[in-house]
T-cell receptor, first 118, second 114 residues
Framework: AQKVTQAQTEISVVEKEDVTLDCVYE???????LFWYKQPPSGELVFLIR??????QNEISGRYSWNFQKSTSSFNFTITASQVVDSAVYFC???????????????FGKGTHLIIQP | EAQVTQNPRYLITVTGKKLTVTCSQN?????MSWYRQDPGLGLRQIYY???????DKGDVPEGYKVSRKEKRNFPLILESPSPNQTSLYFC?????????????FGSGTQLSVL
């Protein structure tokens, strides 16, 4: 079965520090998608990025950047010059054809709680 | 405004009392799904629906029912709630392609079963 591991349960940094959230995935498929979602303290879930398995280019969006490395099965998320508003739980997710069981192939990690202290 | 609407936002009930959490989307999305979020366990899928009248089990379907009679609505039914179903529930939808597309989530329903 496929799997998404976010080993960092909680990270706390001081504002303006750079921080990287790790995401390691397992899948037997060669075609798959990876996602990051943000859940701020208000509770809603917000889409951040989607990347397909054939596109290993890194992505940068303002202070956010994502590093996709198939060789290490990782899709890490970096926030540069963190701000208090970045405090949230961040979820990494994997979607592939093979999932095992009865699910539709979309698997979420357990999330990383990021705390940005002023 | 494009959105997924869940109701109620908060719900406290007692064991065994049937309840329904409604979910509606106005984006004409084919795919809809339900998740529960529990501390330390992340998001786990309960049921999903690829289209009208097509539903299938997710990873944790026990104790839940769903129906998809119309494209826009995907209610979650707990016939006989138990305390272990106390959780934060999210409905989500996406365009045709389901799991390949980004998900649009509702605001969540915090359910407490006493």
């Amino acid at each position: 079965a496929q799997k998404v591991t976010q080993a960092q349960t909680e990270i706390s940094v001081v504002e303006k520090e750079d921080v990287t959230l790790d995401c390691v995935y397992e899948t037997r498929d060669t075609t798959y998608y990876l996602f990051w979602y943000k859940q701020p303290p208000s509770g809603e879930l917000v889409f951040l990025i989607r990347r397909n398995s054939f596109d290993e280019q890194n992505e940068i969006s303002g202070r956010y950047s994502w590093n996709f490395q198939k060789s290490t099965s990782s899709f890490n998320f970096t926030i540069t010059a963190s701000q208090v508003v970045d405090s949230a739980v961040y979820f990494c997710a994997l979607s592939s054809l093979y999932s095992g069981g009865g699910a539709d192939g979309l698997t979420f990690g357990k999330g990383t709680h990021l705390i940005i202290q002023p | 405004e494009a959105q997924v609407t869940q109701n109620p936002r908060y719900l406290i009930t007692v064991t065994g009392k049937k309840l329904t959490v409604t979910c509606s989307q106005n984006m004409n999305h084919e795919y809809m799904s339900w998740y529960r979020q529990d501390p330390g366990l992340g998001l786990r899928q309960i049921y999903y629906s690829m289209n009208v009248e097509v539903t299938d089990k997710g990873d944790v379907p026990e104790g839940y029912k769903v129906s998809r009679k119309e494209k826009r609505n995907f209610p979650l039914i707990l016939e006989s709630p138990s305390p272990n179903q106390t959780s934060l529930y999210f409905c989500a939808s996406s365009p045709e392609g389901g799991r390949w597309e980004k998900l649009f989530f509702g605001s969540g329903t915090q359910l407490s079963v006493l």
